[in-house]
């Protein structure tokens, strides 16, 4: 299991939140794996997996997880006051405050996230396609935004370690 | 009063939020006035008050305020869950979703507004100083970063268009 | 023609700029078009080359793409200092700062915005392929990044008029 | 002297270029020390330069950096076109693209840093005053952003860090 007792408690609670909410770090990595393969043929899953984890060691995106989720989850139960209510629940396309949520965590491993932000948000492969199915009544308004960056931000980072390699060798 | 019927609903809705939460146009538009009065010496209110006004006219202003109104409600009747109510409650410092939040509205006039917005969040003038107290036992946490970049957004507006009227005289 | 005699002097010269650097509006206006054709069937290419034009008289937009371009254009002559300038010249991937400036863009229309920038930042259609094809020996780092951003931001616009357009009615 | 062997080109290259305009490791240390003695009163300056110099590390930051103090020498050799170059060299009021490369720095240790920013690049405490006052016919219009946003980004770290190592205790 993901980081055990060197855990601080936010990180591990940030882990139980994703999971309450249907959300595996694999699945987080294998859109992290996606992104990648394509640029650096060599990677790897557990590559991916690590970098993903370190990305939520990051204060700033354990406090937007934690944010979007509770907001997911109030929109689910009805308890949101109207208009909200309704632009949580339908997703709708003018509410971009889950975008600007997802920004937060993009930024931590600079720009160079945004693009990959962007093409899977609107490809959603994988886990992204499962949480805006809304089969199961479930609500993932920010969730699926939230999951699409820390998998961007992750490949930044591997981008980012890689090539710090690459001078040291 | 403000707007009137050539509002939408949803601008309405933010006017109603606001004054329920204890803020007034006018209360805004001073902190405009402030910032923009060094600056501009014939600046009156009344330009603040236009100004604040449009500023609420666009929608993704409109999206924050009312998300992070709505956080602040829920932490004042606690119906967040932990740790996430704790760090809303008390106005955590290493929590900083509300200063994302702002963001998006400043951005709205450019990155000018950037200084205004922190100058005037550390020096909690006007209204910034009420909200922030805490004495009326409400949680003001994400509505005093929001109202500061309403202000500072406001006062982006005015000195770009008092530029465009020197050029066109 | 674009505007004519009632753009400020900077606008004018913004057009200039980019038509110097092969950028036609028409252009940019297909990527909006590109966009939206999905989400708005009865869009139209005028519509988009006006909300383009708006986008355009933005002071925030206009001060982004005269940097970029200038940025282009002294790595292009080889003005730039090393290394920065084998940064530009070959566009590397963990230099980011042409995303920051299109993010600036990005801003002014909402976050809503993002998701579209990242999806033809990476599809790189019509004008994109072509500017990113450095076969004329042209460096355009900053500018394929700029005119993604003044396409998606164009689009944001036009999603917002025309869901104004529906409440009105 | 900091950092020594270990340090990537890059990084060599960003300290010297910081050395060229004026502007010591120290210096940029005594803002993030004036921005934390208020909260932190047993705060050092050995732990603001080692933060100051942990924030050096980041390859967004050294983009940003290397790219604004180019824009800077330009516009002092008068290089750029105009109207760019009047804007660059009177550091206009409506020009913020300064601003969105600062931001880019701060957002690498998350949103706490803007207000502290906003705060110090107002106020000019210290070395931002001497970048200020062009009294020695230089043109600083990116530096003086860029370090408060490197200072400011040192402070967001070392709150983070204190804050760590008390979870940890």
Redesign the interface.
């Known amino acids: 299991m993901e980081g055990g007792c060197s855990m601080?408690?936010?990180e591990q609670?940030v882990y139980l939140w994703l999971e309450e909410r249907g959300v595996q770090i694999e699945e987080i990595a294998e859109l992290t794996f996606f992104l990648q393969i394509n640029?650096i043929p060599d990677v790897t899953m557990e590559e991916c997996i690590e970098n993903v984890q370190t990305v939520l060691t990051?204060?700033?995106v354990q406090?937007?997880i934690?944010?979007g989720i509770?907001?997911d989850?109030?929109a689910e139960k009805e308890?949101?006051?109207e208009?909200?209510l309704q632009?949580l629940r339908s997703d709708e396309?003018?509410?971009?405050?889950d975008?600007?949520?997802?920004?937060?965590i993009l930024?931590?491993?600079?720009?160079?996230g945004?693009?990959?932000?962007?093409?899977i948000?609107?490809?959603k492969p994988g886990i992204l396609c499962r949480l805006n199915s809304k089969s199961d009544g479930k609500i993932h308004t920010y969730l699926d935004d939230l999951v699409a960056a820390v998998a961007s931000a992750a490949a930044s980072r591997l981008?980012?370690t890689r090539?710090?390699l690459t001078?040291l060798e």
């Open positions: 601080t408690p936010l609670t640029y990051k204060r700033e406090n937007a934690l944010t509770q907001l989850i109030l308890i949101l006051r208009p909200l632009m396309s003018l509410y971009g405050i975008e600007v949520m997802s920004l937060a930024n931590v491993y600079g720009s160079i945004f693009t990959n932000y962007g093409y948000d609107r490809l981008a980012h090539h710090l001078i």
